[in-house]
C-alpha cells in the first residue's frame, strides 16, 4: 500500500494566458489531496472518493473504462470521481508497463473542488505517484508532473496548460510558459484565501476564453497583457531575497499587479458576482491586492494583506464561505506511507 499527497495551489498571477502560451506563477498551498493505491488481484480499480458528496461513496468498475459501474449516484458525481483517478490510473499503467494493472484507490483531500485551488491536479498528481509506487516503479517529478498534465490535458478535452501539474508535483512557487516549466524561489508571501462556497468547471470556462479570443483581437491583447504582468512580476520576485521577510514594496508591488490581472481576468469573463464582492472586501478591508484565482466562475479569491484584516472582513462578507491563510507549501508531491525512494 502506497499513500502520497500532492498540494493544491494559488495563482498568484496568469491563469487562463497560461494556457496560451504566456507564463504563469502558480504558488503551491498547504492544502493536500492525499491518494492512497492498493494493487489488486484482478484488473479492476475500486476508487473511494470520500469528498464527492455528503457521506462519500465506492465505485468498483472492470479494467475497460468505458464499463460503467452500476452504482446509485448521479451521473455527474459519477465522472467526477471517475474522471482525473482513471485517467491518473491510465497514465500510471501506461508509465509501468502494466496495462491490466487494478487499484484499490482510496481519495481523501482537503481541497475544495472546483474552486480554484488545483483540486484536479492535486489529485492526479497524487494518484499517479500513488499509483505507479504501488506496482514498484516510481517516477522521476519531472516524468510525473508530465504524465499528470496528459492526464489532465485529456479529461479537460485539450484545455490544460502544465500549471496546476507542475506546480502541485513540485511546490513552491514555479513559472510556466508553454512547455517550459521552471522552480522559483520567493519569499514567504501573506497569501489569504477567500471560498464562496461554489465552483467552476474548468474545462467550459478555457473553452469560453478561447473563443473570445478568437473572436476579438483585444481580447487576444488581454490575454498577452496578462503576460505582461507575469513578466513583471517575476522579474520583482527574483530580485527578492527569498529568505528574507517580502519588503513592504515587493508585497505593495505584487499586489497591484494582481489587481490589474483580476480586472483583466474579469474582462474575459471568468470572474463572477460572488468573486467580485470578495476581491472588494478584500480590498477595502486593506488587501495590498486580490484577484480570483484559477479558472474562476466562482470558488477562490486570492488576496496579500500581513494583518489579520482581511480575513476577518472576509469572513463577515456576505457570500463568502470560507476564508484562511493559505502557506506556502515548500514540498510538492509527497509519499506519506510507503517507500519514499525515487
Ligand atoms: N477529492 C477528490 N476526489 C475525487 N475527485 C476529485 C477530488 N478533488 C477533485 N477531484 C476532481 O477534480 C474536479 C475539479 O477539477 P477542476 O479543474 O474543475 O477544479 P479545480 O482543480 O479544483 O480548480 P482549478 O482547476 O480552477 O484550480 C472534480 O470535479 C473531480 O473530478
Ligand atoms: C484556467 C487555468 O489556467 C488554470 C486552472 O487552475 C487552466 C490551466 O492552466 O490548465
Ligand atoms: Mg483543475
Avoid at 135 to 156: I, N
Avoid at 172 to 185: H, I, K, P, Q
Avoid at 291 to 305: F, H, P
Amino acid at each position: 500500500m502506497t499513500t502520497v499527497s500532492a498540494p493544491g495551489k494559488v495563482y498568484l498571477f496568469g491563469e487562463h494566458a497560461v494556457v496560451y502560451g504566456e507564463p504563469a506563477v502558480p504558488c503551491a498551498i498547504e492544502k493536500r489531496a492525499t491518494v492512497t493505491a492498493e494493487p489488486r488481484e484482478d484488473d479492476h480499480v475500486r476508487v473511494e472518493a470520500a469528498d464527492l458528496s455528503l457521506d462519500g461513496f465506492v465505485v468498483e468498475y472492470a479494467g475497460a473504462t468505458t464499463d460503467r459501474p452500476d452504482v446509485d449516484v448521479p451521473q455527474p458525481l459519477l465522472d467526477a470521481a471517475m474522471g482525473y483517478i482513471d485517467a491518473a490510473v491510465q497514465e500510471a499503467r501506461e508509465a509501468a508497463d502494466a496495462p491490466e494493472a487494478g487499484f484499490d484507490i482510496t481519495v481523501e483531500s482537503e481541497i475544495p473542488l472546483g474552486a480554484g485551488l488545483g483540486s484536479s491536479a492535486a489529485v492526479v498528481v497524487a494518484g499517479i505517484d500513488a499509483a505507479t509506487r504501488a506496482l514498484g516503479e516510481p517516477l522521476d517529478r519531472r516524468e510525473l508532473a508530465d504524465r499528470a498534465y496528459q492526464a489532465e490535458f485529456e479529461v479537460q478535452d485539450g484545455q490544460a496548460s502544465r500549471a496546476d501539474t507542475f506546480c502541485s508535483t513540485m511546490g513552491g512557487a514555479v513559472r510556466v510558459a508553454g512547455d517550459d516549466c521552471t522552480e522559483l524561489t520567493t519569499p514567504t508571501l501573506p497569501f489569504v484565501v477567500g471560498f464562496d462556497g461554489g465552483a467552476g468547471d474548468t474545462g467550459k470556462l478555457v473553452a469560453d476564453v478561447r473563443a473570445l479570443r478568437d473572436r476579438y483581437e483585444f481580447a487576444a491583447d488581454t490575454v498577452e497583457a496578462i503576460g505582461d504582468i507575469v513578466a513583471t512580476g517575476e522579474e520583482l520576485l527574483r530580485e527578492a531575497d527569498p529568505d528574507a521577510e517580502p519588503s513592504d514594496d515587493l508585497v505593495s508591488e505584487l499586489g497591484d499587479l494582481m489587481n490589474i490581472n483580476h480586472g483583466l481576468l474579469s474582462a474575459l469573463g471568468v470572474s463572477s458576482r460572488s468573486l467580485d464582492t470578495m476581491v472588494w472586501a478584500a480590498r477595502e478591508a486593506g488587501a495590498e491586492g486580490a484577484k480570483l484565482t484559477g479558472a474562476g466562475g466562482g470558488g477562490c479569491i486570492v488576496a496579500l494583506d500581513r494583518t489579520e484584516e482581511t480575513q476577518t472582513s472576509l469572513k463577515y462578507t456576505p457570500g463568502c464561505e470560507d476564508s484562511f491563510r493559505a502557506e506556502l507549501a515548500t514540498e510538492g508531491v509527497r509519499v506519506e506511507e510507503g517507500e519514499a525512494e525515487r
